[in-house]
């Protein structure tokens, strides 16, 4: 029982771990892992120092199946010397749970789900019931929640909604010069068509930074060639904060998504005080209050999407009042530190109620 309570817990992340990342408030924002790893007084797993050597053909079967197989194997070999598995998303977890299953190994298992309700995961856990082997599982979504619960069957006690978060010490407002254009971010579920058709003939800038380190989404960027648009892609921390600071209002157009598609871009320009017109989405309902903290028009709408943009662009009380919302809103609760925090409160709860059981 005493090797028990000393065992470590481990964080398995979907992608390369960077622990020599230098990083300060003008260089880049904290990594999510690393401040979680920290907290829980845990250790790291990920591409970069996953154990055995993989041919290539492999990497690329994962890739095309969207799941962590690697990765996965080299957890699954590992997890008797860890008192508890934390998963930052499905891709790894998914395989994880299944070697579990096959083995018969038992170790407290927490997932951080993203989109659990995509057709082939779907399928997958109402097929193998995977997702009952989990512990706890928290999503950025209530939507998303309430699949785990309501279609998945998961208990409401283990299933918890945290918000998705940002680090506001690096986003934050800047004292920059207007720079006179309308920004958008991303890529997962961008619905790029609209937003270049919205701005047609109203000469309005638009610069789109359409990249994203974990989507495959295609991208329309029908008009683009047409129109005062610039399109960027993998722009540097800084840079990328500079481009928020000087933008006049954010544009997050969306195509519908009962998951939290856009999150990330929309919590860093609240963090920025910017004023945000977006796609109401089921996934977004729970980040933006309408007319408090952005402002929601409907999907594929060009008409509704350039009269409030137009609105808001000639508004520049209205425009500090929703950004000086939108930060509040970040600070109260999307902050990384409460993010952490509450992720660390359940694995420590994990911990709690793997050692109360019956050996």
Not at 83 to 96: D, F, G, K, T
Not at 225 to 232: G, N, P
């Amino acid at each position: 029982m005493g090797q028990t309570t000393t065992r470590s817990p481990l964080v398995l992340v979907s992608g390369r771990v960077r622990t020599d990342f230098q990083i300060s408030d003008d260089l880049a924002p904290r990594q999510d892992y690393l401040e979680i790893a920290h907290a829980v007084n845990g250790e790291l797993l990920g591409y970069s120092n996953s154990i055995g050597t993989w041919n290539q053909w492999v990497r690329r079967l994962q890739k095309r199946l969207r799941l962590d197989l690697v990765e996965s194997m080299s957890a699954a070999s590992l997890a008797s010397k860890h008192s508890v598995l934390l998963s930052l998303s499905e891709r790894i977890a998914i395989p994880l749970a299944v070697m579990f299953q096959l083995s018969g190994k038992s170790v407290p298992h927490i997932v951080i789900g993203h989109k659990l309700s995509s057709g082939f995961k779907a399928q997958l856990f109402l097929k193998t019931q995977l997702h009952h082997t989990f512990a706890h599982l928290i999503v950025r979504c209530q939507a998303q929640a309430d699949y785990a619960v309501n279609e998945l069957k998961m208990p409401e006690s283990r299933v918890h909604f945290i918000p998705g978060k940002v680090d506001e010490r690096f986003y934050r407002p800047l004292d920059l010069d207007d720079g006179g254009y309308v920004l958008s971010v991303g890529q997962e579920q961008r619905d790029y068509r609209t937003l270049i058709q919205a701005l047609s003939k109203t000469g309005l800038k638009l610069i789109i930074v359409a990249s994203s380190p974990s989507s495959r989404s295609l991208i329309e960027l029908d008009g683009a060639a047409d129109s005062d648009v610039k399109v960027l892609s993998h722009v540097p921390y800084p840079e990328l904060r500079a481009l928020y600071a000087q933008a006049r209002l954010v544009a997050v157009p969306m195509y519908e998504a009962d998951y939290a598609a856009g999150v990330s871009s929309i919590v860093e320009a609240m963090a920025m005080a910017k004023p945000i017109v977006l796609t109401r989405t089921s996934g977004i309902l729970d980040y933006i209050e309408d007319h408090e903290t952005g402002v929601y028009v409907m999907s594929q709408n060009p008409d509704e999407l350039r009269d409030t943009i137009l609105s808001l662009w000639h508004n520049a009380q209205e425009r500090n009042r929703l950004g000086t919302n939108a930060r509040q809103a970040v600070e109260e609760r999307m902050t990384l530190d409460s993010y952490v925090n509450r992720i660390a409160q359940i694995v420590h709860q994990t911990l709690a109620e793997s050692q109360a059981q019956p050996a």
